[in-house]
Protein backbone atom coordinates (compact mmCIF):
# COMPACT_ATOMS: atom_id res chain seq x y z
CA UNK A 1 0.00 0.00 0.00
CA UNK A 2 1.22 3.33 -1.20
CA UNK A 3 2.27 5.91 2.13
CA UNK A 4 0.51 9.27 1.74
CA UNK A 5 3.82 11.59 2.67
CA UNK A 6 2.64 14.50 4.41
CA UNK A 7 3.55 18.05 3.65
CA UNK A 8 6.09 20.07 5.95
CA UNK A 9 4.41 21.38 9.17
CA UNK A 10 5.59 24.43 7.97
CA UNK A 11 3.81 24.72 4.92
CA UNK A 12 0.83 26.64 5.37
CA UNK A 13 -2.23 28.78 3.67
CA UNK A 14 -3.89 31.98 4.34
CA UNK A 15 -7.23 32.02 3.76
CA UNK A 16 -7.68 36.01 3.86
CA UNK A 17 -4.09 36.81 3.27
CA UNK A 18 -4.92 40.22 1.68
CA UNK A 19 -6.55 41.47 4.42
CA UNK A 20 -5.11 43.70 7.64
CA UNK A 21 -5.04 40.42 9.79
CA UNK A 22 -4.04 38.38 6.76
CA UNK A 23 -1.13 40.65 5.68
CA UNK A 24 0.40 40.77 9.04
CA UNK A 25 -0.11 37.50 9.41
CA UNK A 26 1.41 36.59 6.17
CA UNK A 27 4.13 38.61 7.22
CA UNK A 28 5.04 37.05 10.60
CA UNK A 29 5.38 33.76 9.45
CA UNK A 30 7.44 34.50 6.52
CA UNK A 31 9.67 35.98 9.14
CA UNK A 32 9.60 32.26 11.48
CA UNK A 33 10.20 30.67 8.42
CA UNK A 34 7.12 29.22 7.29
CA UNK A 35 6.40 28.64 3.50
CA UNK A 36 2.77 30.88 2.70
CA UNK A 37 0.32 30.57 0.12
CA UNK A 38 -2.06 33.58 0.10
CA UNK A 39 -5.36 32.63 -1.33
CA UNK A 40 -8.00 35.80 -1.08
CA UNK A 41 -10.68 36.94 -3.83
CA UNK A 42 -8.15 40.19 -4.51
CA UNK A 43 -4.04 40.23 -3.90
CA UNK A 44 -3.02 43.84 -2.23
CA UNK A 45 0.30 43.20 -2.18
CA UNK A 46 3.54 41.35 -3.66
CA UNK A 47 6.26 39.82 -1.29
CA UNK A 48 8.83 37.36 -2.15
CA UNK A 49 8.19 33.71 -1.13
CA UNK A 50 4.64 34.50 -1.37
CA UNK A 51 2.22 32.05 -3.60
CA UNK A 52 -0.99 33.92 -4.44
CA UNK A 53 -3.96 32.75 -5.88
CA UNK A 54 -6.83 35.12 -6.05
CA UNK A 55 -10.18 33.17 -5.78
CA UNK A 56 -13.46 33.50 -3.96
CA UNK A 57 -13.40 30.39 -0.96
CA UNK A 58 -16.58 29.42 -2.03
CA UNK A 59 -14.72 27.91 -5.30
CA UNK A 60 -13.90 24.70 -4.03
CA UNK A 61 -11.55 23.66 -7.01
CA UNK A 62 -9.74 26.73 -6.89
CA UNK A 63 -9.31 26.08 -3.40
CA UNK A 64 -8.18 22.83 -3.83
CA UNK A 65 -5.65 23.92 -6.13
CA UNK A 66 -4.39 26.43 -3.48
CA UNK A 67 -4.06 23.81 -0.64
CA UNK A 68 -1.86 21.28 -2.45
CA UNK A 69 0.82 20.38 0.16
CA UNK A 70 -0.70 22.42 2.57
CA UNK A 71 -0.32 21.24 6.35
CA UNK A 72 -1.54 24.09 7.94
CA UNK A 73 -4.76 26.49 7.45
CA UNK A 74 -4.93 29.99 8.36
CA UNK A 75 -9.13 31.21 7.76
CA UNK A 76 -8.98 35.35 8.14
CA UNK A 77 -11.26 35.90 5.37
CA UNK A 78 -14.63 37.65 5.83
CA UNK A 79 -16.47 40.48 4.38
CA UNK A 80 -16.71 43.38 6.14
CA UNK A 81 -18.86 44.08 8.80
CA UNK A 82 -19.77 47.35 7.50
CA UNK A 83 -21.23 45.71 4.24
CA UNK A 84 -23.98 44.85 6.11
CA UNK A 85 -25.32 42.14 3.43
CA UNK A 86 -26.82 39.16 5.06
CA UNK A 87 -26.66 37.08 1.57
CA UNK A 88 -23.02 37.48 1.22
CA UNK A 89 -21.97 37.15 5.05
CA UNK A 90 -24.14 33.82 4.91
CA UNK A 91 -22.44 32.67 1.48
CA UNK A 92 -18.68 33.55 2.67
CA UNK A 93 -18.87 33.07 6.20
CA UNK A 94 -21.36 29.92 6.47
CA UNK A 95 -21.56 27.93 3.34
CA UNK A 96 -18.09 29.12 2.06
CA UNK A 97 -16.60 27.64 5.40
CA UNK A 98 -17.99 24.80 5.46
CA UNK A 99 -15.95 24.92 1.59
CA UNK A 100 -13.08 25.53 3.22
CA UNK A 101 -13.45 22.38 5.61
CA UNK A 102 -14.19 19.97 2.95
CA UNK A 103 -11.14 21.30 1.01
CA UNK A 104 -8.97 20.55 3.85
CA UNK A 105 -9.93 16.97 4.34
CA UNK A 106 -9.64 16.30 0.91
CA UNK A 107 -6.16 17.62 0.76
CA UNK A 108 -4.61 16.10 4.01
CA UNK A 109 -4.72 19.37 5.80
CA UNK A 110 -3.75 18.27 9.61
CA UNK A 111 -4.69 21.62 10.62
CA UNK A 112 -7.20 24.97 10.50
CA UNK A 113 -7.01 27.56 12.35
CA UNK A 114 -9.78 30.19 12.64
CA UNK A 115 -10.20 34.15 13.24
CA UNK A 116 -13.61 33.91 14.79
CA UNK A 117 -14.78 37.33 16.94
CA UNK A 118 -15.14 37.74 20.71
CA UNK A 119 -18.73 39.36 19.61
CA UNK A 120 -20.13 36.08 19.19
CA UNK A 121 -20.92 36.20 22.21
CA UNK A 122 -22.06 39.53 22.75
CA UNK A 123 -25.56 40.72 22.55
CA UNK A 124 -25.25 44.78 23.22
CA UNK A 125 -25.06 44.46 27.17
CA UNK A 126 -21.93 44.75 29.25
CA UNK A 127 -19.69 41.92 29.51
CA UNK A 128 -16.53 42.06 31.73
CA UNK A 129 -14.26 39.68 32.20
CA UNK A 130 -15.79 37.09 29.83
CA UNK A 131 -14.55 33.75 29.24
CA UNK A 132 -14.78 31.23 26.28
CA UNK A 133 -17.43 29.51 28.86
CA UNK A 134 -20.00 32.07 27.86
CA UNK A 135 -22.88 30.92 25.95
CA UNK A 136 -23.10 32.01 22.15
CA UNK A 137 -25.34 35.26 21.57
CA UNK A 138 -28.75 34.59 21.59
CA UNK A 139 -29.90 37.23 19.51
CA UNK A 140 -26.64 38.17 17.87
CA UNK A 141 -26.40 42.32 17.79
CA UNK A 142 -25.79 42.01 13.38
CA UNK A 143 -25.69 39.71 10.88
CA UNK A 144 -22.17 39.40 10.63
CA UNK A 145 -21.91 38.00 14.13
CA UNK A 146 -24.36 36.09 13.21
CA UNK A 147 -23.12 34.20 10.53
CA UNK A 148 -19.57 34.35 12.73
CA UNK A 149 -21.31 32.38 15.34
CA UNK A 150 -21.68 29.69 12.65
CA UNK A 151 -18.52 29.68 11.46
CA UNK A 152 -17.62 29.39 14.62
CA UNK A 153 -19.29 26.17 15.37
CA UNK A 154 -18.76 24.49 11.97
CA UNK A 155 -14.82 24.36 12.54
CA UNK A 156 -15.16 23.35 15.91
CA UNK A 157 -16.97 20.49 15.54
CA UNK A 158 -15.09 19.49 12.07
CA UNK A 159 -12.21 18.64 14.71
CA UNK A 160 -11.40 14.98 14.40
CA UNK A 161 -8.16 13.58 16.05
CA UNK A 162 -8.75 9.77 14.55
CA UNK A 163 -8.89 11.15 11.27
CA UNK A 164 -6.14 13.63 11.85
CA UNK A 165 -7.86 16.79 11.23
CA UNK A 166 -7.25 19.00 14.66
CA UNK A 167 -9.02 22.73 14.29
CA UNK A 168 -8.79 25.96 17.16
CA UNK A 169 -10.89 29.25 16.77
CA UNK A 170 -9.09 32.29 17.79
CA UNK A 171 -11.60 35.21 18.55
CA UNK A 172 -9.49 38.52 18.62
CA UNK A 173 -11.34 41.64 19.64
CA UNK A 174 -10.71 45.18 18.31
CA UNK A 175 -7.87 44.91 16.48
CA UNK A 176 -6.14 47.29 15.45
CA UNK A 177 -3.04 48.22 13.82
CA UNK A 178 -1.05 49.76 10.70
CA UNK A 179 -2.70 48.97 7.93
CA UNK A 180 -6.26 48.90 9.02
CA UNK A 181 -8.69 49.99 6.54
CA UNK A 182 -11.44 50.07 9.47
CA UNK A 183 -10.77 51.69 13.34
CA UNK A 184 -8.71 54.68 12.38
CA UNK A 185 -10.26 55.69 8.71
CA UNK A 186 -13.96 55.33 10.71
CA UNK A 187 -12.76 57.59 13.34
CA UNK A 188 -10.81 60.16 11.48
CA UNK A 189 -13.52 60.24 9.08
CA UNK A 190 -15.89 60.45 11.87
CA UNK A 191 -13.91 63.45 13.61
CA UNK A 192 -13.50 65.39 10.06
CA UNK A 193 -17.02 65.62 9.55
CA UNK A 194 -17.03 67.19 13.21
CA UNK A 195 -18.86 64.37 14.43
CA UNK A 196 -16.65 63.34 17.14
CA UNK A 197 -17.25 65.66 19.67
CA UNK A 198 -19.69 63.54 22.08
CA UNK A 199 -19.04 60.89 24.49
CA UNK A 200 -21.94 57.94 24.65
CA UNK A 201 -22.94 57.45 27.83
CA UNK A 202 -20.91 58.28 30.99
CA UNK A 203 -17.34 57.19 29.56
CA UNK A 204 -16.84 55.45 31.97
CA UNK A 205 -16.77 51.65 29.88
CA UNK A 206 -14.21 49.28 29.84
CA UNK A 207 -13.39 47.45 26.36
CA UNK A 208 -10.44 45.37 24.52
CA UNK A 209 -8.82 46.74 21.79
CA UNK A 210 -6.10 44.44 20.75
CA UNK A 211 -2.82 44.99 18.71
CA UNK A 212 -3.13 43.46 15.21
CA UNK A 213 0.71 41.61 16.11
CA UNK A 214 -0.54 40.43 19.36
CA UNK A 215 -3.23 38.92 17.31
CA UNK A 216 -0.74 37.30 15.18
CA UNK A 217 0.92 36.17 17.83
CA UNK A 218 -1.76 34.12 19.15
CA UNK A 219 -2.83 32.29 16.04
CA UNK A 220 0.64 31.14 15.85
CA UNK A 221 0.56 29.83 18.83
CA UNK A 222 -2.31 28.26 18.56
CA UNK A 223 -1.13 26.58 15.67
CA UNK A 224 2.24 25.34 17.16
CA UNK A 225 0.23 23.90 20.04
CA UNK A 226 -2.47 22.49 18.21
CA UNK A 227 -1.73 18.78 18.36
CA UNK A 228 -3.67 15.65 18.98
CA UNK A 229 -2.81 14.99 22.56
CA UNK A 230 -3.45 19.36 23.43
CA UNK A 231 -6.39 21.03 25.06
CA UNK A 232 -6.94 23.46 21.93
CA UNK A 233 -8.52 20.69 20.06
CA UNK A 234 -12.12 21.72 18.85
CA UNK A 235 -11.86 24.97 21.23
CA UNK A 236 -11.85 28.45 20.59
CA UNK A 237 -9.52 31.02 22.79
CA UNK A 238 -10.05 35.11 23.65
CA UNK A 239 -6.64 36.69 22.24
CA UNK A 240 -6.47 39.80 23.54
CA UNK A 241 -3.96 42.83 24.99
CA UNK A 242 -5.06 41.80 28.24
CA UNK A 243 -5.51 45.90 29.21
CA UNK A 244 -9.02 46.68 29.00
CA UNK A 245 -8.78 50.42 28.38
CA UNK A 246 -11.93 52.67 28.87
CA UNK A 247 -13.11 52.87 24.97
CA UNK A 248 -13.08 56.93 24.84
CA UNK A 249 -9.74 57.33 26.06
CA UNK A 250 -8.77 55.04 23.38
CA UNK A 251 -10.63 57.13 20.97
CA UNK A 252 -9.06 59.69 22.74
CA UNK A 253 -5.37 58.84 22.83
CA UNK A 254 -5.93 57.93 18.29
CA UNK A 255 -7.94 61.02 18.13
CA UNK A 256 -5.04 64.10 19.74
CA UNK A 257 -1.93 61.82 18.67
CA UNK A 258 -3.41 62.86 14.86
CA UNK A 259 -4.28 66.05 16.07
CA UNK A 260 -7.72 66.14 16.56
CA UNK A 261 -9.99 67.24 19.75
CA UNK A 262 -10.75 64.50 21.98
CA UNK A 263 -14.75 64.02 22.23
CA UNK A 264 -16.25 66.36 25.24
CA UNK A 265 -19.55 66.29 25.32
CA UNK A 266 -21.70 63.39 27.08
CA UNK A 267 -24.61 62.04 25.55
CA UNK A 268 -27.17 59.68 27.20
CA UNK A 269 -26.90 56.03 25.82
CA UNK A 270 -30.41 55.11 25.55
CA UNK A 271 -31.14 57.91 23.73
CA UNK A 272 -28.12 57.26 21.53
CA UNK A 273 -29.34 53.93 21.00
CA UNK A 274 -32.88 54.48 20.49
CA UNK A 275 -31.88 56.72 17.57
CA UNK A 276 -29.59 54.30 15.72
CA UNK A 277 -32.50 51.66 16.05
CA UNK A 278 -34.50 54.01 13.80
CA UNK A 279 -32.17 55.27 11.54
CA UNK A 280 -31.25 51.31 10.62
CA UNK A 281 -35.12 50.46 10.45
CA UNK A 282 -35.44 53.49 8.02
CA UNK A 283 -32.51 52.60 6.10
CA UNK A 284 -33.96 48.61 6.12
CA UNK A 285 -37.28 50.10 4.41
CA UNK A 286 -35.90 52.38 2.38
CA UNK A 287 -33.03 50.02 0.90
CA UNK A 288 -35.56 48.76 -2.04
CA UNK A 289 -35.33 52.42 -3.70
CA UNK A 290 -31.67 53.85 -1.79
CA UNK A 291 -29.10 52.30 0.19
CA UNK A 292 -28.04 54.54 2.70
CA UNK A 293 -24.96 53.50 5.54
CA UNK A 294 -25.45 55.35 8.56
CA UNK A 295 -22.49 56.23 10.93
CA UNK A 296 -24.47 55.49 14.13
CA UNK A 297 -25.47 51.69 13.75
CA UNK A 298 -27.05 50.22 16.64
CA UNK A 299 -24.04 48.08 16.79
CA UNK A 300 -21.44 50.79 17.11
CA UNK A 301 -23.24 52.31 19.17
CA UNK A 302 -23.57 49.44 21.86
CA UNK A 303 -19.74 48.74 21.36
CA UNK A 304 -19.41 52.57 22.50
CA UNK A 305 -21.20 52.54 24.89
CA UNK A 306 -21.01 49.12 26.54
CA UNK A 307 -18.25 47.18 28.65
CA UNK A 308 -17.21 44.49 26.56
CA UNK A 309 -13.73 42.64 27.78
CA UNK A 310 -12.41 38.96 27.71
CA UNK A 311 -10.54 37.09 29.94
CA UNK A 312 -7.61 35.07 28.24
CA UNK A 313 -6.43 33.20 31.13
CA UNK A 314 -7.41 30.18 29.09
CA UNK A 315 -4.98 30.84 25.78
CA UNK A 316 -1.82 32.41 28.93
CA UNK A 317 -2.88 28.43 29.96
CA UNK A 318 -3.16 26.27 27.48
CA UNK A 319 -0.71 28.18 24.66
CA UNK A 320 1.62 30.47 26.78
CA UNK A 321 0.31 33.73 25.41
CA UNK A 322 1.06 37.04 26.77
CA UNK A 323 0.50 39.87 24.46
CA UNK A 324 4.23 40.70 23.07
CA UNK A 325 3.43 44.35 22.21
CA UNK A 326 1.71 46.83 25.02
CA UNK A 327 -1.39 48.75 24.13
CA UNK A 328 0.65 52.51 24.76
CA UNK A 329 3.17 51.20 22.11
CA UNK A 330 0.70 49.50 20.14
CA UNK A 331 -1.07 52.97 19.99
CA UNK A 332 1.96 55.15 18.66
CA UNK A 333 3.03 52.38 16.55
CA UNK A 334 -0.60 52.91 14.79
CA UNK A 335 -0.82 56.92 14.86
CA UNK A 336 2.68 56.67 13.78
CA UNK A 337 1.66 54.74 10.65
CA UNK A 338 -1.04 57.20 9.38
CA UNK A 339 0.43 60.16 8.74
CA UNK A 340 -1.68 61.03 5.83
CA UNK A 341 -4.60 61.43 8.32
CA UNK A 342 -3.11 63.73 10.11
CA UNK A 343 -5.43 66.83 10.92
CA UNK A 344 -4.84 69.39 8.49
CA UNK A 345 -2.82 66.85 6.08
N1 LIG B 1 -10.83 43.74 12.45
C1 LIG B 1 -11.32 43.39 13.66
O1 LIG B 1 -11.37 44.22 14.58
C2 LIG B 1 -11.75 42.00 13.90
C3 LIG B 1 -11.73 41.05 12.90
N2 LIG B 1 -12.11 39.75 13.16
C4 LIG B 1 -12.04 38.73 12.12
O2 LIG B 1 -10.71 38.70 11.63
C5 LIG B 1 -10.69 38.31 10.26
C6 LIG B 1 -9.84 39.29 9.48
O3 LIG B 1 -10.40 40.58 9.61
P1 LIG B 1 -9.73 41.84 8.90
O4 LIG B 1 -8.33 41.55 8.57
O5 LIG B 1 -10.07 43.01 9.74
O6 LIG B 1 -10.61 41.90 7.57
P2 LIG B 1 -10.20 42.32 6.09
O7 LIG B 1 -11.47 42.69 5.41
O8 LIG B 1 -9.10 43.31 6.10
O9 LIG B 1 -9.64 40.94 5.48
C7 LIG B 1 -10.43 39.90 5.02
C8 LIG B 1 -9.94 39.46 3.65
O10 LIG B 1 -10.77 38.39 3.17
C9 LIG B 1 -11.11 38.67 1.83
N3 LIG B 1 -12.33 37.98 1.43
C10 LIG B 1 -13.60 38.36 1.63
N4 LIG B 1 -14.45 37.50 1.06
C11 LIG B 1 -13.70 36.54 0.48
C12 LIG B 1 -14.01 35.39 -0.28
N5 LIG B 1 -15.26 35.06 -0.59
N6 LIG B 1 -12.99 34.62 -0.72
C13 LIG B 1 -11.71 34.95 -0.46
N7 LIG B 1 -11.36 36.04 0.25
C14 LIG B 1 -12.34 36.83 0.72
C15 LIG B 1 -11.27 40.17 1.83
O11 LIG B 1 -11.34 40.71 0.53
P3 LIG B 1 -12.21 42.06 0.31
O12 LIG B 1 -11.54 43.13 1.13
O13 LIG B 1 -12.15 42.31 -1.15
O14 LIG B 1 -13.59 41.75 0.82
C16 LIG B 1 -10.03 40.58 2.60
O15 LIG B 1 -8.89 40.61 1.79
C17 LIG B 1 -12.15 38.22 9.83
O16 LIG B 1 -12.56 36.88 9.87
C18 LIG B 1 -12.89 39.01 10.89
O17 LIG B 1 -14.20 38.51 11.06
C19 LIG B 1 -12.53 39.38 14.41
C20 LIG B 1 -12.57 40.28 15.42
C21 LIG B 1 -12.21 41.66 15.26
C1 LIG C 1 -13.57 47.24 20.64
C2 LIG C 1 -14.16 47.02 19.31
C3 LIG C 1 -14.84 45.77 19.06
C4 LIG C 1 -14.00 47.95 18.35
C5 LIG C 1 -14.49 47.67 16.98
C6 LIG C 1 -14.05 48.67 15.97
C7 LIG C 1 -15.18 49.50 15.41
C8 LIG C 1 -16.48 48.82 15.54
C9 LIG C 1 -15.12 50.88 16.06
C10 LIG C 1 -13.93 51.61 15.46
C11 LIG C 1 -14.28 53.07 15.36
C12 LIG C 1 -15.54 53.15 16.20
C13 LIG C 1 -16.40 54.33 16.14
C14 LIG C 1 -17.71 54.24 16.53
C15 LIG C 1 -18.31 52.91 16.84
C16 LIG C 1 -17.36 51.73 16.88
C17 LIG C 1 -16.26 51.86 15.88
C18 LIG C 1 -16.78 51.85 14.45
C19 LIG C 1 -18.60 55.43 16.54
C20 LIG C 1 -19.41 55.40 15.27
C21 LIG C 1 -19.53 55.37 17.74
C22 LIG C 1 -20.42 56.58 17.81
C23 LIG C 1 -19.65 57.86 17.72
O1 LIG C 1 -19.79 58.75 18.48
C24 LIG C 1 -18.66 57.92 16.62
C25 LIG C 1 -17.77 56.70 16.67
C26 LIG C 1 -16.74 56.71 15.58
C27 LIG C 1 -15.77 55.61 15.78
Known amino acids: MATRIRPSSKRCAVIGGSGFLGRHLVEKLLEKGYTVTVFDIRQSYELPGVAFHVGDLCDKQAL???????????????????????????????DGTRIVIQACQERGVQKLVLTSSASVVFEGTDIKDGKEELPYAKKPIDYYT???????????????????????????????????PQLVPILVDTARRGKMKFIIGDGSNLVDFTFVENVVH??????????????????????????????????????????????????????????????????????????????????????????????????KEDMGYRPPVSLKEGITRTVESYPHLRKGV
Open 64 to 94: LTALQDVSLVFHCASPAPASDDRALFQKVNV
Open 146 to 180: ETKIQQEKLVLEACDKDKGFLTVAIRPHGIFGPQD
Open 218 to 315: GHILAAEHLKPDSPLCGKAYHITNDEPVRFWDFMSQVLVGLGYDAPRYHLPYQLVYGIALLLWLVALLLRPLVRIKPTFTPMRVALAGTHHYYSCARA
